[in-house]
């Protein structure tokens, strides 16, 4: 039994491991790159243009380019266009190596905005130059400060066809690595003047320690809008929420359903699916991809979206499960016509007829040729419906298929389906259990003591199949024993005991077959004594939502403080004994002893500014371009090193935590324009900085100072006391350190993986001591 989850969960992941990287270097250089099965199968399958099969296997054969991403919703993106173009791009132009000239990166034609390049440079390319070298270290450090996302160009597109909005409500299934579920949470935030926007992302991953490098990806972009469950997606739990005072089921507005699949879409940088390719790869993944599917529709509000999306070309793992979706769904999806919606993309599209191999060679047609023998591993549902009207009514042909050779990328697939009414065997809303039935002060306590079966929707099994979609799959097997614990034995929280605003984690059997606990969600309560300080010292406005502040322990100290959406904070209340999450929110305030002399025990914390500051009404000194040059290049300037205006700003304000802000002049156009939020603290007598290395190196670039690291350690210039060449070694080192903390799936990971340089308690001290000696 054990063994066999193993190996689902492997399936559920196979193919999606390296997809959402670009392809930076060549490697696995033994692998010879073919696969006669591979070749035979897609030329009898004709889904490449006539005449156009070789030149299709060159391009399956040639490295992938390099694609980079500029993460869209802050206001600074174009900023930080400007310095590639600038900076970068321009010397990049007319550079050659080895007699090699380099490839100048182009815009993706079918990418909003300029925002998305690639490139024919490799890995190994960047590191003979010196100048590629400063390069990549500007990508590096601009992908872990989350300004840049290197990310495949056909992995970009199922979140744009989604079409997403500030107030929809969206679930990303099948999500780690997490740069999907990253593109769909900067278009949330697509209007940065609104800090909570009424959407919430929730990324599901069915791999407890993927979900942690799915914590990693998302908590760069500091939305409190994000959610990461760990769930197996073929039956993820009906939620719900708590509606005008009533119970009601959590429907979402758009899900991306980016399935486990065999990857041959990934040949070009994932190369060994050349000697592994087989056909019983997608022959084995149909059933739980449409059982995905399934589930994805069953969740989906009427009037929805749903993108189905694979990074394989073989059309039992794409047609195939759109087909039989259409059909059971009796008309209640439909194809939506994506043509024009990606102007400058070339794409096939989806075809009508398709048969089927065996690894063995053995063709099939029709379900009626496959012999008994062979009916455990093939299914009605991978033939195309012998009905030629209703298949025309499927409009199969509005699939788009992207082929490698057509504009230099990887293969992909991908459909888009509108829900236009309840699923036929799900006409009436599902039913919630009768011990939900609470009155609204229960609903704040995280609802009922049992944990409910996943299925609380009704699953239709794949037609023709053997096996059950509810009751055969382990965690549903794991929430009955759970259900079934004798009264009083230890199943985690009980909820009838819980503190009003407290999320206890699911029963603790569950956690033990799952990955690692998870420590409880608190809610601040409105007169909790934490926030009576926090309230006056930085004059908060009324309108602060102080609600949606979370700690992650109800016992001894709160070492950090979060914040959620306000409806996130809905879904957690109602559903913490029905989902596992993993993490959600963003650290907005972090314990600091040594503040609380100063008037409150709570600094600021550079993750969570942007959604904070808008209600912080003291303690802010507005700054210009050369006092940041200052705060972010000395480790504790004197007050009188900043210019006259902030200097009087800050012999006006107390010891302390800051905010120092950053306001564009448009007049000055050699300035960047775009605002700038940093946390800081004000000494006795000087005043510092508190932001990440790489958010410091971002925003030092953005001023149009040069910032890399050569080989010795840090090679940024810094003018207020240079450091020799052990503490340059002892710094790299230690970010090397951080680095693996913050990728780490530990037991003890709160609500973030802390970023390796945001100082703490120890430079907590320093700072308060007003010593200026380095950290």
């Not at 509606?243 to 089921?249: F, I, L, M």
């Not at 056909?279 to 993944?285: A, E, G, K, R, V």
């Not at 699939?399 to 230099?408: A, E």
Request: hydrophobic share 30%; proline share 6%; charged share 30%.
């Amino acid at each position: 039994m054990g063994k066999r989850s193993r190996q689902r969960q492997k399936n559920q992941n196979a193919g999606r491991d390296n997809r959402d990287t670009a392809g930076w270097g060549a490697g696995y250089a033994d692998i010879i790159k073919e696969n006669k099965l591979f070749e035979n199968y897609y030329k009898e399958l004709g889904l490449v243009p006539e005449g156009e099969f070789e030149q299709f296997m060159e391009a399956m054969r040639e490295p992938l380019p390099a694609t980079i991403r500029i993460t869209g919703y802050k206001s600074h993106a174009k900023e930080i266009l400007h310095c590639l173009k600038e900076k970068y791009f321009k010397d990049i132009q007319e550079l050659e190596i080895d007699g090699q000239k380099i490839e100048a990166p182009q815009p993706l034609s079918w990418y909003p905005d300029e925002q998305a390049w690639h490139t024919n440079m490799s890995r190994k390319i960047i590191r003979k130059s010196p100048l590629l070298e400063k390069f990549h270290q500007f990508l590096v450090s601009e992908t872990e400060s989350g300004n840049i996302s290197r990310q495949e160009a056909v992995s970009m597109i199922p979140p744009i066809l989604l079409k997403i909005e500030p107030h929809h409500k969206i679930l990303d299934m099948c999500a780690a690595p997490g740069s999907k579920t990253a593109q769909l949470i900067e278009m949330l935030h697509a209007d940065m003047e609104v800090p909570f926007p009424e959407g919430f992302v929730i990324a599901n991953d069915v791999d407890n320690k993927r979900c942690y490098l799915l914590v990693h990806q998302a908590k760069r972009l500091n939305s409190p809008c994000i959610m990461v469950v760990n769930h197996d997606a073929s039956c993820i739990p009906t939620l719900e929420i708590n509606s005008n005072g009533k119970k009601d089921v959590l429907f979402y507005d758009r899900i991306l359903c980016d399935v486990p699949c065999s990857g041959d879409g990934t040949m070009r940088k994932n190369i060994d699916v050349w000697k592994k390719w087989t056909t019983s790869n997608s022959l084995h993944l149909h059933g739980l991809q449409l059982r995905i599917a399934v589930r994805g529709v069953e969740q989906l509000a009427v009037g929805g979206r749903m993108v189905y999306s694979t990074c394989s070309l073989n059309p039992i793992e794409d047609e195939a499960v759109i087909a039989a979706l259409l059909e059971k769904s009796e008309g209640a999806l439909e194809l939506a016509d994506c043509s024009a919606d990606l102007p400058g993309l070339k794409w096939m599209p989806g075809v009508t007829s398709w048969k089927l191999m065996t690894k063995e060679g053995q063709w099939y047609t029709d379900w009626s040729e496959v012999p008994s023998s062979r009916h455990t591993q093939i299914r009605p549902t991978m033939f195309p419906p012998k009905d030629p009207e209703k298949l025309a009514s499927f409009h199969l042909e509005r699939c788009m298929r992207i082929l490698p050779h057509h504009q230099n990328t990887g293969g992909f697939f991908v459909a888009v389906l509108v829900k236009k009414a309840p699923m036929p065997w799900n006409k009436r809303y599902p039913k919630l259990r009768k011990d939900s039935k609470l009155s609204s002060s229960a609903a704040h306590t995280g609802g009922s003591k049992e944990a409910p079966s996943p299925g609380d929707t009704p699953h239709l099994p794949p037609e023709g199949s053997t096996e059950k979609v509810e009751g055969n799959n382990q965690e549903e097997k794991v929430a009955k024993e759970a259900d079934e614990t004798p009264e009083g034995a230890s199943v985690g929280q009980d909820a009838g005991a819980k503190p009003e605003g407290m999320c206890g984690p699911p029963p603790s059997k569950k956690m033990r077959l799952f990955g690692y606990k998870e420590d409880p969600f608190v809610f601040l309560s409105d007169d909790d004594p934490v926030f009576t300080t926090i309230q006056s010292f930085y004059d908060l406005s009324p309108d602060f939502p102080k609600l949606n502040v979370l700690t992650r322990t109800h016992e001894g100290k709160k070492r950090n403080l979060y914040m959620v959406s306000k409806e996130l904070r809905n879904v957690l209340l109602n559903n913490s004994e029905r989902m596992k999450v993993i993490n959600t929110g963003v650290k907005v305030w972090s314990r600091n002893s040594e503040g609380e002399e100063f008037g409150c025990a709570f600094r600021l914390a550079q993750e969570g500014i942007y959604t904070l500051q808008p209600y912080i009404r003291s303690r802010i000194i507005r700054v210009s371009v050369e006092d940041i040059k200052v705060l972010l290049t000395q480790e504790n300037p004197y007050l009188s090193k900043l210019e006259d205006e902030a200097h009087a700003q800050a012999q006006k304000i107390g010891m302390g935590s800051i905010v120092l802000k950053y306001i564009p002049n448009p007049n000055n156009p050699g300035e960047p324009q775009c605002p700038i939020q940093l946390c800081g603290w004000r000494g006795k007598t000087s005043i510092r900085a508190f932001v990440p290395r790489n958010e410091r190196f971002h925003y030092l670039r953005m001023l149009g100072v040069e910032v890399f690291r050569d080989k010795q350690g840090l090679g940024q210039k810094r003018s207020d006391g240079e450091k020799d060449g052990k503490e340059e070694a002892e710094d790299v080192a230690e970010k090397d350190e951080e680095q693996e903390e913050e990728r780490a799936a530990d037991k003890e990971t709160e609500l973030d993986l802390e970023n390796g340089n945001e100082n703490g308690s120890s430079e907590s001290k320093t700072d308060c001591g007003d010593k200026e000696t380095s950290s």
